[in-house]
């Protein structure tokens, strides 16, 4: 994860302890584990959002849907074809 090894973890988590201290370490490591649980459930909560727009029947969402799905087996059998 961008070109950093254990070595360079170690030094940055020991100037983080430095910097911040033995008490405050597992507060902000609380907080940021807060913040991504919280990002991931707004993703989550938009997802749903645009899901449940299929289910309101707007026009036109469902004929994409469907003809999505015979692309799709169209797509199939010329792969199957090419076999």
Do not use: Q
Not at 11 to 21: Q, Y
Not at 48 to 66: F, H, I, M, T, Y
């Amino acid at each position: 994860m961008f070109g950093l090894g254990t070595p360079e973890l170690i030094v940055i988590l020991g100037i983080a302890f430095l910097v911040f201290g033995g008490k405050k370490l597992p507060e902000i490591g609380a907080g940021l584990g807060k913040g991504i649980s919280s990002f991931k459930k707004s993703l989550r909560d938009v997802e749903d959002a645009g899901k449940n727009l299929v289910d309101d029947n707007v026009p036109g969402v469902k004929e994409l849907g469907e003809i999505k799905g015979e692309v799709d087996k169209v797509k199939d059998i010329g792969k199957a074809l090419k076999s």
